[in-house]
């Protein structure tokens, strides 16, 4: 199985601030159709996950662009510009390269 | 707007079985895939399965192998999973969520959860 790591484990961020989260791979998250299947998801509190970033790098729909996604094979790094207060929560990092999916332990964003 | 409305709380005796469903709306249920993933309380996501709305095809976690089946009912857009041999550890929160219609990989929707608590 593929492992997902995922540092730090929480972060508190000033609102306003930047805040990056990493996510490192057991192997390559690189497809040989040329994809790379990682995705985040945000956790907010007694909601279920939302989709932020699919392969990489891309916004999905209604997500602000102060989120971006970054990386490579093994290598990937969540960016929000400006932390504002409803970005609290915990984030995750998938891969579904192959069954069976994993995820991340997860980042735990709060407000200072 | 897509939903997926999943059914209620649960309390079970260990041993016992649970079948938890997810109803879809808002989009033609047979055209994506549906997974199930649970979250224990105060832990992380944990990925269970999937199953072709279509054809009723499954691929099941192998931790789960033997003890989960999903099924769908087409006529009424509902997913169902179905967890038996139930044990303390299975207690959690369980998540339906769909699959991303272009590149079957992501899940783009996901059901609010449905808590199954295993008690004595």
């Known amino acids: 199985d593929v492992v997902m790591t995922q540092t730090p484990l929480s972060l508190s961020v000033t609102p306003g601030q930047p805040a990056s989260i990493s996510c490192k791979s057991s192997?390559?998250?690189?497809?040989?159709?040329?994809?790379?299947?990682l995705y985040w998801y945000l956790q907010k509190p007694g909601q279920p996950p939302q989709l932020l970033i699919y392969?990489?790098?891309s916004r999905f729909s209604g997500v602000p662009d102060r989120f971006s996604g970054s990386g490579s094979g093994t290598d990937f790094t969540l960016r929000i510009s400006r932390v504002e207060a409803e970005d609290v929560g915990v984030y995750y990092c998938m891969h579904s390269i192959q069954p069976p999916l994993t995820f991340g332990g997860g980042t735990k964003v709060e407000i200072k | 707007q897509v939903q997926l409305v999943q059914s209620g709380a649960e309390v079970k005796k260990p041993g016992a079985s649970v079948k938890v469903s997810c109803k879809a709306s808002g989009y033609t249920f047979t055209s994506h895939d549906i997974n199930w993933v649970r979250q224990a309380t105060g832990q992380g996501l944990e990925w269970m399965g999937w199953m072709n709305a279509n054809s009723g095809d499954t691929g099941y976690a192998q931790k789960f192998q033997g003890r989960v089946t999903m099924t769908r009912n087409t006529a009424t857009s509902t997913a169902y999973m179905e967890l038996s041999s139930l044990s303390f550890e299975d207690t959690a929160v369980y998540y339906c969520?769909?699959?991303?219609?272009?590149?079957?990989?992501?899940?783009?929707?996901w059901g609010r959860g449905t808590l199954v608590i295993v008690s004595s």
């Open positions: 192997q390559s998250l690189l497809h040989s159709d040329g994809k790379t299947y």
């Open positions: 969520a769909r699959v991303d219609v272009l590149t079957n990989r992501y899940f783009d929707f």
């Open positions: 392969e990489v790098s």
